[in-house]
């Protein structure tokens, strides 16, 4: 993982070299419309409110778990016994991007939904009330996490999430199998080269002409850089924004050139 201070670096540039107009001079209709209706719409949905409420009591629990460490995201905190207001500073997603995941899934309307890594579920929640008639499959590996998650979403009644509590590795293949074709993935655990690119390469298989991925912490580390440039050169990959803190990747054979961008969130 880079040190604070690169990561600092490696934003900056970003940020001074990033696209950064409404749309306008972009050479493709698609990210054009893209950026108008879906990056830089300003609305407050009503759901916002209801889920930063959930991440709200989620950021005043004092409570301990036990929680087993099973990706590299760990960074922040190494103990296994961790404060849940801890857990939920440091692992979910920020207000700004599980807001812009809402976006997504709203305007585009994947019917199938997966996320890999759940943590309290807060982005699941947006996933799921971005299209109500989608459902949404995340799996979380730690017990303790995956049970507050739960908690979550009985709380929210969000009917339309199915949590997998289970290792990635295990987890995925068996719920692929079930799902058949996937129309959106977010995935945001486990930021390690083979294992994201084992991912993208199932995840592929279960993919269709508008298949949406979308990949947390893309320049975390030298090797999610590297996963990344891999993803953005594999050949049924048509289309990739890059946000800096994510990377969403478009399926659509429409797009015949390969392009690839990168605009300032
Ligand atoms: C960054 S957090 C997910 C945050 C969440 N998607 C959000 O936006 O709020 C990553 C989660 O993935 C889980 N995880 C990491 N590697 C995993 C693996 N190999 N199998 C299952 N879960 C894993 C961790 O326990 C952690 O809760």
Redesign the pocket.
Known sequence: MYSSFQITKKYLRYYLTAFNAKGHGIHSPFVFDFIKNVLRDKKRYGPYHIIEAARQQLLKRSATIE????????GIIKTNKRVVAD?ASS???PVK??QL?YRIVKYYQPQTIL??????????C?LATGNANAKVY?????AA??GIAQETFDGLQLKNIELTE??????LPVLLAKINTIGLA?I????RAA?TLNYVQQLLQHSKVATILIF??IHWSAEMEEAWTSIQQNPKVTLTIDLFFIGIVFLNPDFKIKQHFTIRF
Do not use: M
């Open positions: 929680v087993a460490d099973l990706g590299a995201g760990s857990i692992s979910l997603k991007y599980a995941l996320e890999l890594g759940t943590s309290f579920g807060i982005t699941t947006y995340t799996i979380e590996g730690a996490i995956a289970g290792n990635f590795d295990d987890a977010f945001d655990g486990n930021h294992p947390d912490d």
